[in-house]
């Protein structure tokens, strides 16, 4: 697919759309597992819950979350359907949690707040191995993305950080020019811009709305999309990509 999938993994109790479903080490290793079978190429795991009114953790609450899991899912050695390894994402604003999760094996560092990218970016150069990032888009121009050795990085416009809704629509509609800058990852998966034109706010029943919003990502450039519901975005992007002409049609036909 010209627009790749990132599944993700809630080992929190308070998550706005699946808090507690994926909370112990087995339960978010069988979710990882899944999330490959349905096609993810990047599996993003994360201690913390970013939704509104939520209760921030120090980063040894943090990792003692996700320590097991980030090294059970590691030692796995997952792979795409293509043979390529699949990438474990770790969803953190914490240096310590970031450094730790490299050092477990994860590959990628999901940072939602601009202040530690330096940081985050001196940590995933410093590796013995390819590391990438994922930070806000705002950050495009910091210094330390223009340095030699510099890790390759996804731009997300953070899609529901904002303070309204209409802001997430206007992030939305300026993800083509983002896309003509650098690589951008869209994270908009059963948020509010989602819900509330289309008046489901419970949490599983708006995939339609989700689908909706990964093919506007995926026609407008974006390359890589952050959902809950793997299978049925990898579906919608396929055929996509079919209909575009990325992708030939290999289907038998019934």
Not at 28 to 52: C, H, M, Q, W, Y
Not at 193 to 215: E, F, M, S, W, Y
Not at 225 to 252: N, Y
């Amino acid at each position: 697919m010209a627009c790749k999938v990132m599944g993700i993994v809630n080992v929190t109790p308070d998550s706005f759309s699946d808090g507690g479903k994926y909370f112990t080490p087995a339960e978010a290793v069988r979710r990882a597992k899944n999330l490959v079978a349905e096609g993810a190429s990047f599996i993003d795991v994360g201690g913390e819950s970013t939704r509104p009114g939520y209760s921030p953790l120090d980063w040894k609450e943090e990792w003692a979350r996700i320590e097991e899991v980030v090294s059970k899912i590691a030692s796995l050695g997952l792979k795409c359907a293509d043979g390529s390894d699949v990438v474990l994402s770790v969803d953190t604003y914490h240096p310590q949690t970031a450094e730790k999760a490299l050092a477990a094996g994860a590959g990628m560092i999901n940072c939602v707040y601009p202040a530690p990218v330096p940081e985050m970016v001196s940590l995933a150069s410093a590796a013995k191995r390819e590391v990438s990032l994922v930070v806000p888009y705002e950050c495009r121009a910091l210094p330390c993305f223009s340095r030699e050795g510099a890790p390759f990085t996804y731009f997300d416009p953070m899609i529901g950080f904002g303070p309204s809704r209409e802001d997430d629509i206007r992030l939305l509609g300026s993800i083509r020019e983002m896309a003509g800058e650098v690589p951008v990852l869209v994270g908009a998966s059963r948020k509010r811009v989602i819900k509330r034109p289309t008046g489901v706010k419970t949490p599983g029943q708006d995939i339609a709305g989700t689908l909706a919003v990964v093919v506007w990502a995926q026609l407008s450039g974006a390359s890589v999309v952050r959902v809950h519901d793997v299978r049925e975005s990898v579906q919608a992007l396929c055929v996509i990509d079919i209909l575009c002409g990325v992708k030939k049609d290999e289907g038998e036909e019934k």
